[in-house]
Structure formats: C-alpha cells, structure tokens
C-alpha cells in the first residue's frame, strides 16, 4: 500500500497513474465526444495563492504551542492543505487555483495542543479546518474565510454581522498517530485520529485485529476522518458503518473538552458521541478513538454473479440483508456499470451483459455463509462466475480514484454522487438522480451500483462521466444542484457516507427542516461561540 504524499492535483501516488485502455478512449471519443486531451495541470510553483493574512505575533503563537517546526507556511504545505479531492476541487487546483489556500498549516501533537490552539484562534478569531486524510469529496476543506456567520447565527458579533476571520489555519493531525492502548479482553482499541487507515491496519495486526473498514479512500484517509465524516467501508455489510465501531472518542472545543462514551450501550441520555461524528470539523476536533476491533479474518472468498436485470438483483440482495445469510462484502452494478467493467478497473471496456455482483465471505465460517447466499441469489436469478471477477474486483477496489484523474486528463467530467433510502423507495430513487443527470447534461454516461445494505434499505453509488464544456466546474454544479432537487423529491438523503461539506449544504437543510436547523446552530454556539471552527461547513 502506497505512503507517497497525496498528489496534490489529483488523486494518490503519481506512480501508480495509469493510461485508459484503448477501449474506454474510443467509448469516450464515440458516446460522449471527448475529442481530446485537457489542459495539464500546472506546475506546482505557477499555483494562484493569496496573501497570507496572519500577524505575525499569531504565527508566534500558534509555535508556541506547538513549537517552530510545526508550524509552515510554505508554498507546498499551503497548496497540499487547500481544498479535498471532488472534482471540482480538482479542476481548480490543475487550473492553478488555491485561493482557498490556508494562511499556515499547523501540526499537533497532543490533544492538550489542540485544546490550546482552538483557545488561541478562538481569541485571535482565526478559522480552523481540522485535516486528516485531505479527502473529503463535499467541501468538507473548503472554509467561508471572507468573513464569519451570517446575521443571527453563531459567531456574530454584538451588531449581529459576522466580523471577518483573522485567517485561516489548517489543522493536521498527522503527529497524532499511534495506538494508544489495546484492551483485549473488550476488543477495544484506542488510536489517535491523524492514523492512516493503512497504518492503523498493520498496528491492529500485531494484535490479530482489524477495524474491518476499507472505503475506496483507504490508502489515504485517517481515522478521525472516518469518524468525522461517518464513513462506510465496502465491507460494511459484515464489520458495520465506522460510526457502528465507535465506542468512545475525545474531542476538544473552544468551549471546552468532551470525554463520551464509557459503556457499549447506554441509557443515560441522548448519545452525545452522534454530536461529533459526522460533525465534519465543524463542532470540535476528535483527537482519541475507542473503536471496537475484531480478529483478523482467517479466510477471505470474494466472488461474483450475473443478474438479468438490476432489480432481480436488488431483489436476491435485499433478502440476503433481511433474513440472511449476509455476506461480508455485498454489492450489484447496474447495466451500464456492469457493460463499463467499472467494478473490474482492470478489465475496463469488457464488462458484458445483465448486472454483476460482487458477493464476500470473510471469517472462520466462510463456506457455509457462501453457500447459504449461493441458494438465496440462484432463486432470484442469479447466475455464477466463480471466485474470478471476486478477485478482480479486490485488487482494484482502490483504484477509481486513480481513474478519475486519468479521464479528467483526457477531457472528460467524471464525478460520483450517492444517496440512500429505504428498499421500498429504491427504484423511484435509482430512476429520479438517472433522469436528472441525463436533463442536466445532455448525454453522460450514468453508471449505479448498490454499495451498503441494510435490513430497511440501501444506498446507491452513481459515477457520471460526460464531455467537458467550457466550465466544467459549472457545468458540474448545475448537474449536482439538480441531482440533490431530485433525491429530495424521490425521499433520499443528501448523503449516505460522503457528507455534508458546503456542496450539500442547503439540501442538508431542508433535509433537517427549520427546527432541526436551529438546533444545530444551537449547538455549534455552544461549542463553538465565536464560530471558527471549519466556517460554512456543515451548519447551514
């Protein structure tokens, strides 16, 4: 598993880029009139930065706690902590744009320095961007820095207008990486947020343990991003959601620190744990996971089956969710998804006919959950292809990122959004965000998989790909503004595991109506009075 730095126009380790085969540059060329190369992306010394606003006596400061080495300003470090990895966001940073670049990026080490920096920015009113894994695909990194809330909202001053920030910092959190403590009897572990997932795996393997959570984001993202985000991993089906693991977390505020959770469950009051995952930054700074562990798997099988149709295989999928046995990894391509070969980036182009899916089996039972699920998906259907197209998905189930960015060099817009809802509501759902991108960009090509199921439901996982215009990030915008209109229509949720961020920020609003609102802005007032924690993030 690769430990280069992010790329920081695009996606991962630049060794490991790769060429789109000659049967996906003649589908490009064919279907959707990609007629050629994109711009390239600039040189790292030609990127667009703004002036650093910071006094000089705040950087002081901000050393003070953490010490001179710890706090840079230099042109990389600005350019590899501006914005995450959507494609807009990408389109921007090959463009040269990193306006959003933060004034200095500040490394803790310890929760008592990140207590100490949230009091300093909190005083000095500088917007803070906690940073893990530089992921997120929503905005998540990108801070309203002109200036503070809105008129009534958290942060405002006594006239009720938003003074502007002093500047911004963002916070990495890569020092804070060990594991902390292992209670093996509880199968407990207690890891530092700034883990990458990959590190925290072979920590865990020492002990026989894993976390079980591998998203498509696994080479890269940190634990506290998993837990900030609510993450779900391809595997959730069999080890649970990353909020499913978490039995305990630390976080520090400006208003103070919040120790949660002490027991698995807990009658003694609303959970206030749900208060900070999936808070996306915004309400506090995790900085200690207590996450339930299990042990390593002593046999992993991966295989696929071929459905007629995407609702047979919805169909087999949802009864494998209700009454089981339910596989470890579970998830089903639709036609287009399938004819791409999407599930198999290394077998691009050569998907054939129906829907496939991909169907796991990890532990110490794994043939007889196998063939237990063999006897649900053959009744509905299905029809099977041997552990091959299992294997295959597994050794590329990291590499669309990388993917992306080869089609974005060829001139193409190629972006993913998912929802979820119940299985009753499923089909409308499918059908609503596939006429939507269709209304919005003429002809694109609109893949779907099932990625999570649940005993209630699913989500669903679409990757658009069409013709670059003029303004691609426009071009998108209006695309993804439809898309939320149409999930909000058919009963989707705005996200399933990509979060808020700022790009879904009004659609998460109407999904939480005027009280819900309020009540969020009552808590990030609270925790966070002087509003400087990730500004525009998440809070409507």
Not at 275 to 280: A, H, K, M, R, V
Not at 520 to 535: E, F, I, S, Y
């Amino acid at each position: 598993m690769s430990a280069e730095p992010m790329l920081w126009s695009g996606w991962g380790d630049p060794a490991l880029a790769r060429e789109l085969p000659e049967p996906v540059r003649e589908l490009l060329r064919d279907l959707l009139g990609v007629r050629g190369p994109a711009v390239p992306a600039v040189p790292l010394e030609s990127v667009r930065l703004p002036e650093i606003a910071l006094d000089g006596r705040v950087l002081e400061d901000l050393a003070g706690i953490t010490g001179a080495g710890h706090v840079r300003t230099s042109r990389e470090a600005r350019v590899r902590h501006t914005r995450g990895k959507s494609t807009p966001d990408l389109l921007r940073m090959r463009a040269g744009d990193a306006l959003d670049a933060p004034d200095a990026v500040v490394l803790p080490g310890s929760h008592a320095e990140v207590a100490a920096l949230l009091e300093l920015c909190s005083r000095e009113r500088v917007a803070v961007v906690p940073f893990g894994g530089g992921t997120s695909v929503v905005g998540g990194l990108t801070p309203d820095r002109s200036r503070g809330p809105a008129p009534g909202r958290p942060g405002d001053g006594p006239d009720g207008g938003g003074a502007p920030f002093a500047g911004v910092v963002a916070l990495d959190l890569s020092r804070m990486n060990r594991l902390a403590g292992f209670d093996a009897e509880s199968r407990v572990a207690e890891l530092e947020p700034g883990l990458r997932a990959p590190e925290a795996e072979r920590l865990l393997a020492a002990h026989g343990m894993t976390l079980g959570h591998f998203p498509q984001s696994f080479e890269y993202a940190t634990l506290g991003g998993f837990a900030a985000a609510r993450s779900s991993g391809q595997a959730s089906a069999g080890y649970g959601r990353f909020d499913d693991m978490v039995v305990g977390l630390t976080a520090a505020t400006p208003a103070g620190t919040l120790e949660l959770g002490r027991a698995p469950r807990s009658a003694a009051g609303p959970d206030l744990r749900h208060l900070l995952l999936g808070s996306e930054g915004a309400l506090g700074v995790i900085t200690s996971l207590r996450l339930r562990v299990r042990p390593v798997p002593a046999e992993k099988v991966y295989e696929g089956w071929r459905f007629p149709t995407f609702r047979e295989g919805a169909a087999a999928l949802r009864e494998l969710a209700q009454d089981g046995p339910l596989p470890t990894v579970l998830r089903l391509s639709d036609e287009t998804e399938t004819l791409v070969g999407l599930a198999r980036p290394d077998a691009l182009g050569g998907g054939g006919a129906g829907c496939l899916v991909i169907a796991g089996y990890e532990g110490a039972s794994v043939a007889a959950a196998r063939a237990g699920a063999a006897a649900v998906l053959a009744r509905h259907g299905g029809e099977p292809l041997g552990e091959e197209p299992g294997l295959a998905w597994e050794r590329g189930r990291f590499s669309a990122p990388y993917l992306r960015d080869s089609l974005l060099a060829a001139g193409a817009t190629v972006e993913t959004l998912e929802t979820a809802c119940f299985w009753s509501g499923l089909p409308r759902l499918y059908d609503a965000v596939r006429l939507a991108l269709l209304g919005a960009l003429g002809s694109p090509l609109v893949m779907c998989h099932v990625s999570h199921v649940y005993e209630t439901g699913a989500s669903l996982y679409f990757t658009v790909v069409t013709a670059q215009d003029g303004d691609p990030v426009r071009q998108w915008a209006e695309a993804k503004r439809a898309t939320l209109e149409a999930i909000a229509g058919a009963g989707g949720t705005v996200s399933h595991h990509h979060g808020v961020g700022r790009d879904h920020l009004e659609a998460y609003a109407g999904e939480l109506g005027p009280v819900g609102v309020e009540a969020l802005r009552a808590v990030k007032a609270r925790l966070d009075p002087r509003g400087v924690l990730n500004p525009g993030v998440l809070v409507p």
